[in-house]
Protein backbone atom coordinates (compact mmCIF):
# COMPACT_ATOMS: atom_id res chain seq x y z
CA UNK A 1 0.00 0.00 0.00
CA UNK A 2 2.30 2.55 0.59
CA UNK A 3 4.75 1.74 -2.50
CA UNK A 4 1.40 2.43 -4.40
CA UNK A 5 1.34 5.54 -2.41
CA UNK A 6 4.52 6.02 -3.14
CA UNK A 7 4.04 5.73 -7.23
CA UNK A 8 1.23 7.54 -7.04
CA UNK A 9 2.48 10.56 -5.60
CA UNK A 10 5.84 10.46 -7.58
CA UNK A 11 3.52 10.14 -11.24
CA UNK A 12 1.76 13.50 -9.73
CA UNK A 13 5.18 15.27 -8.98
CA UNK A 14 6.42 13.99 -12.89
CA UNK A 15 3.68 15.08 -14.21
CA UNK A 16 3.75 18.90 -12.37
CA UNK A 17 7.39 19.24 -13.73
CA UNK A 18 6.44 18.57 -16.99
CA UNK A 19 3.63 21.06 -17.50
CA UNK A 20 5.55 23.47 -15.60
CA UNK A 21 8.63 23.54 -18.58
CA UNK A 22 8.02 25.49 -21.14
CA UNK A 23 9.88 25.73 -24.71
CA UNK A 24 12.41 28.22 -25.26
CA UNK A 25 11.03 31.29 -26.47
CA UNK A 26 13.86 33.59 -28.41
CA UNK A 27 13.10 37.30 -28.13
CA UNK A 28 14.59 40.66 -29.45
CA UNK A 29 14.26 43.68 -27.51
CA UNK A 30 15.88 46.26 -24.57
CA UNK A 31 17.39 45.10 -21.44
CA UNK A 32 17.76 47.39 -18.84
CA UNK A 33 19.15 48.16 -15.19
CA UNK A 34 17.76 50.88 -13.76
CA UNK A 35 19.38 52.44 -10.51
CA UNK A 36 17.24 55.52 -10.37
CA UNK A 37 15.50 55.96 -7.19
CA UNK A 38 12.10 55.21 -8.48
CA UNK A 39 12.90 52.42 -10.16
CA UNK A 40 14.88 50.64 -7.03
CA UNK A 41 11.88 51.13 -4.77
CA UNK A 42 9.44 49.78 -7.37
CA UNK A 43 11.50 46.89 -8.97
CA UNK A 44 14.55 46.54 -6.68
CA UNK A 45 18.03 45.87 -8.44
CA UNK A 46 16.69 43.93 -11.11
CA UNK A 47 18.08 43.29 -14.99
CA UNK A 48 14.54 43.83 -17.04
CA UNK A 49 13.43 43.14 -20.71
CA UNK A 50 11.39 44.50 -22.71
CA UNK A 51 10.32 42.76 -25.81
CA UNK A 52 9.91 43.86 -29.76
CA UNK A 53 6.15 44.63 -29.50
CA UNK A 54 5.80 42.60 -32.67
CA UNK A 55 7.01 39.60 -30.50
CA UNK A 56 4.63 39.87 -27.68
CA UNK A 57 2.32 37.09 -28.84
CA UNK A 58 4.97 34.49 -28.17
CA UNK A 59 4.74 35.04 -24.46
CA UNK A 60 2.87 32.69 -22.42
CA UNK A 61 0.14 35.87 -20.71
CA UNK A 62 -3.05 37.14 -21.27
CA UNK A 63 -3.24 39.68 -24.38
CA UNK A 64 -1.71 43.11 -23.36
CA UNK A 65 -3.15 46.42 -23.39
CA UNK A 66 0.15 48.29 -22.17
CA UNK A 67 3.66 47.61 -22.65
CA UNK A 68 5.05 44.01 -22.04
CA UNK A 69 8.17 43.69 -19.97
CA UNK A 70 9.59 41.15 -17.20
CA UNK A 71 12.53 40.91 -15.20
CA UNK A 72 14.79 37.64 -14.77
CA UNK A 73 14.61 35.16 -12.43
CA UNK A 74 18.10 34.57 -12.31
CA UNK A 75 19.57 37.84 -11.99
CA UNK A 76 23.24 37.08 -11.43
CA UNK A 77 23.10 35.02 -14.35
CA UNK A 78 21.25 37.67 -16.09
CA UNK A 79 23.44 40.03 -15.68
CA UNK A 80 26.71 38.15 -16.21
CA UNK A 81 25.02 36.65 -19.64
CA UNK A 82 24.25 40.53 -21.08
CA UNK A 83 27.61 41.49 -19.54
CA UNK A 84 25.60 44.35 -17.44
CA UNK A 85 28.18 46.52 -16.31
CA UNK A 86 28.43 47.79 -12.72
CA UNK A 87 27.25 50.00 -11.40
CA UNK A 88 28.29 53.39 -11.74
CA UNK A 89 27.46 56.46 -9.96
CA UNK A 90 27.42 59.31 -12.70
CA UNK A 91 24.37 57.40 -14.55
CA UNK A 92 21.05 55.90 -13.17
CA UNK A 93 22.00 52.32 -15.23
CA UNK A 94 22.26 50.43 -18.48
CA UNK A 95 20.35 49.49 -21.62
CA UNK A 96 20.91 47.53 -24.43
CA UNK A 97 19.42 45.99 -27.73
CA UNK A 98 19.74 41.82 -27.21
CA UNK A 99 18.30 38.61 -28.58
CA UNK A 100 18.00 36.41 -26.18
CA UNK A 101 16.46 32.90 -25.09
CA UNK A 102 14.33 32.19 -22.22
CA UNK A 103 12.66 29.06 -20.89
CA UNK A 104 10.21 30.06 -18.24
CA UNK A 105 7.74 32.27 -18.14
CA UNK A 106 5.61 33.49 -15.16
CA UNK A 107 3.22 36.45 -16.00
CA UNK A 108 2.01 38.63 -13.13
CA UNK A 109 -2.34 38.53 -12.94
CA UNK A 110 -2.70 39.97 -9.79
CA UNK A 111 -3.61 43.93 -9.40
CA UNK A 112 -0.86 46.02 -7.31
CA UNK A 113 2.77 46.10 -7.58
CA UNK A 114 4.43 42.80 -9.32
CA UNK A 115 6.16 42.42 -13.08
CA UNK A 116 6.29 39.38 -14.85
CA UNK A 117 9.26 37.17 -14.38
CA UNK A 118 11.04 34.71 -16.77
CA UNK A 119 14.12 32.76 -16.44
CA UNK A 120 17.20 33.93 -19.26
CA UNK A 121 18.65 30.57 -20.57
CA UNK A 122 21.26 32.40 -23.06
CA UNK A 123 22.11 35.52 -25.00
CA UNK A 124 22.46 35.10 -28.53
CA UNK A 125 23.41 38.52 -28.55
CA UNK A 126 24.00 41.63 -27.00
CA UNK A 127 25.07 45.26 -28.23
CA UNK A 128 26.94 47.58 -26.76
CA UNK A 129 25.57 49.03 -23.40
CA UNK A 130 24.72 52.69 -22.99
CA UNK A 131 24.25 54.84 -19.85
CA UNK A 132 20.92 55.82 -18.58
CA UNK A 133 21.02 59.43 -17.92
CA UNK A 134 19.58 60.47 -14.86
CA UNK A 135 16.62 63.01 -14.62
Known sequence: ????ALLLSTACLSAQAQAQVQPPIVLDGQYSARTDEMSLQIIGERVCFVPDKAQWSRLPRPAATHAVWFCFSNDGE??????VPARQADNCGWQARARIVIDTYQAYV?????????RLASVVKV???NAIACE
Open 110 to 118: EQGDGNDMA
Open 127 to 129: AQP
Open 78 to 83: ARRLLR
Open 1 to 4: MKLA
